[in-house]
Nanobody, 116 residues
Framework: QVQLVESGGGLVQAGGSLRLSCATS????????AAWYRQAPGKQRELITY???????IYADSVKGRFTISRDNAKNTVYLQMNSLKPEDTAVYYC??????????WGQGTQVTVSS
């Protein structure tokens, strides 16, 4: 059974930092692409960053230079380090895994709230 367990969300003041984690099980994590999405109230879910099995990364312009995605294949975990947080970063953040065979899995989401 595939499981994605997210943690690390919370309330932080503008300018602060948070680190999200997504621990996976039941998949071959090392050959998967891992991504983080977010969904703000009243808005569509958007892709903000992903990391391939070869550690190639891309970032949305809105988070470039402030957020860093990383992965630890030994721990089957993907991370999102978020620095210089802004109120507009407030959203539910979702971990997404695309396995090498093409199956897609989602975490349960974790709330990030940035106060001004």
């Amino acid at each position: 059974q595939v499981q994605l367990v997210e943690s690390g969300g919370g309330l932080v003041q503008a300018g602060g930092s948070l680190r999200l984690s997504c621990a996976t099980s039941g998949i071959i994590f090392s050959t998967s692409t891992a991504a983080w999405y977010r969904q703000a109230p009243g808005k569509q879910r958007e892709l903000i960053t992903y990391i391939t099995s070869g550690a190639y990364t891309i970032y949305a312009d809105s988070v470039k230079g402030r957020f860093t995605i990383s992965r630890d294949n030994a721990k089957n975990t993907v991370y999102l380090q978020m620095n210089s947080l802004k109120p507009e970063d407030t959203a539910v953040y979702y971990c997404n895994i695309v396995a090498s065979a093409g199956s897609t899995y989602w975490g349960q989401g974790t709330q990030v709230t940035v106060s001004s």
